[in-house]
């Protein structure tokens, strides 16, 4: 098997040819409030071949054991005079992932480059005439992305980090309104502590998951999801407690990690609260 992947990766390997194979299988239970109880299982395999300085990455995601297994993301990396180039079928994130989730799989292909000290990246779908240019700098310990840079809606990334005091802020501004993001953090008392703000003005361009809380793709515009986090380590495992407020409802969540089991408790104050016991194994 690990030959015919080799052959497959690379039609000339030489002995420096490295094959590792990561994955992640997470199972879920679901108490079924209202109706049956539920389990439910996602598998991600990621296989990297490796030469030289040269990396060809094939995932393979959300394998359920009832599906045909297929490759979602197949690219390559590696150097061109002194250019880093990638490419092939790969997602991309706009930000950190508060106000967008990775987009959808497209072949494409990136260069990227150091001006000055700041890293440039040149990219464009293939077969598509329009080139994107993303942008980074760190200046005096606050890290900047601009991503498509020469575009309207150009999406913009701070993180700053000081004496164990974090913020993460995303803006982005639609062809409809501007939407904005910003997250804190901070340990106090052995404790973390994490506050969320997410100002939605365009919800057709928040489109996900925030990282934080949850699903958030359905805020009405005009409206805030603003909540906080708070975890600690204890003798039973890492217990995490969240509250927020969306579409003027609240919200609340309690998590236990426990080894390889995330075990969950949610409601909000118009449903009823769901119990849920996660398996992650990563390998």
């Excluded at 994130?93 to 292909?109: D, E, F, P, R, Y």
């Excluded at 609240?250 to 990690?257: M, R, S, T």
């Amino acid at each position: 098997m690990k030959n015919i992947i080799l052959a497959s990766l690379f039609a000339a390997t030489t002995a420096s040819a490295v094959v590792d194979i990561k994955g992640t299988y997470e199972g879920t239970f679901t108490d079924g409030n209202p109706g049956a109880a539920t389990y439910a299982q996602d598998l991600d395999l990621t296989l990297v071949g490796s030469v030289d300085d040269t990396k060809v990455t094939v995932m393979m995601e959300n394998l359920t054991g009832d599906s045909v297994v297929k490759t979602n993301q197949v690219f390559i990396e590696t150097k061109i005079e002194g250019l880093n180039f990638k490419g092939g079928n790969f997602d991309t994130l706009n930000g950190t992932g508060l106000l967008q989730k990775k987009s959808a799989v497209v072949n494409q292909m990136e260069l990227g480059f150091d001006v000055a000290g700041n890293g440039v990246t040149l990219g464009q779908a293939s077969g598509v005439g329009k080139v994107t240019v993303d942008a980074s700098a760190s200046i005096a310990g606050v890290d900047v992305n601009v991503q498509n840079a020469s575009a309207s809606d150009r999406f913009i990334t701070v993180v700053a980090n000081w004496f164990g005091f974090g913020v993460t802020a995303e803006t982005q501004e639609t062809a409809v309104a501007r939407n904005n993001a910003v997250s804190a953090s901070m340990t106090v008392g052995g404790m973390g502590v994490t506050a969320v703000m997410v100002d939605v003005n365009d919800a057709t361009a928040v489109t996900q998951d925030d990282g934080v809380f949850g699903d958030i793709s359905d805020t009405v515009n005009g409206e805030s999801v603003v909540g906080g986090v708070v975890s600690v380590d204890s003798v039973v495992g890492k217990v995490t407690g969240k509250v927020w407020e969306k579409n003027s409802v609240n919200n609340y969540k309690g998590e236990l990690d426990r080894g390889v089991m995330n075990y969950s408790y949610e409601k909000n104050e118009a449903t009823d609260g769901i119990f849920a016991a996660k398996l992650n194994v990563t390998f």
